[in-house]
């Protein structure tokens, strides 16, 4: 994945450096840049751009045309709606998270269609698990983020198991398959078939996790 991070303070700086460690491209923008640099450390193998991130030309610097996720994790709540807002309406960047220190507006901007993460709710596994899993379709967020109700259309490596074993107490409950376009509550006993699209809540936490039981592959 192609990710751009707004904001290199303590939780830009360790989600880019766990992003690049993983392999994806990640571009820091920062108006700060030598203390961007520092808080990176020389092992970082990512792009380092200094500037404002809701500055458009700065943007297209840094690639966002072509960027699969954005996140805005500055230290004011105000530039990171306003580059999150940009990099998803203007230039339509698939995965957006802005980071906000006000739990309150966190809210608001959610039920405007953004993906808001309250700083004091939740850390960078969590932004990281947000930004990464292009295979699932995430339908709504609940709580700051904490759980997802994603959908998902059923992958070979499933046909013939049962919902029992996709299941995970307290981290992966399915809810609904949708099969030959009729959708129906499943028990624990029903069998995935080819061709089902299957809902699932899902804790923000166990995305890995799922993604393991389904046999997909990162992008």
Known sequence: MKVI????GRVG?????????????????????????????????GQVINGLGFDQQILLEAGI????????????????????????NIFHVPRVV????????????QRLGLMTISSTDLGVRQIYEMVTHS??????KFGRGDVSM??????YTLNGHTV????????????????NDQAFIPSSGTE??????????????????LEQLLGLERR
Request: net charge neutral.
């Open 135 to 140: 295979d699932f379709d995430v339908l709504h």
């Open 164 to 179: 029992r074993e996709l299941n995970i107490p307290g981290e992966v409950t399915v809810i609904t398959i949708t099969r």
């Open 65 to 88: 045309k072509t960027a699969d996720a954005f996140v805005a994790a500055s230290s004011s709540d105000n530039a990171n709606i306003v580059g999150a807002r940009i990099a998803r």
């Open 98 to 109: 802005a980071r906000m220190y006000d739990p309150r507006r966190a809210e608001i901007y």
């Open 13 to 45: 700086s360790q989600l880019s450096n766990l992003l690049a460690s993983r392999g994806h491209k990640v571009t820091v923008i920062d108006h700060r840049d030598a203390d961007a640099l520092t808080r990176l450390g020389p092992g970082f193998k």
């Open 150 to 155: 994603i959908a998902i259309d059923a992958p």
């Open 192 to 209: 995935f078939q080819e061709g089902d699209i299957i809902h699932m809540a899902v804790l923000a936490t166990a995305m890995t996790r």
């Open 5 to 8: 991070v707004m904001g290199c």
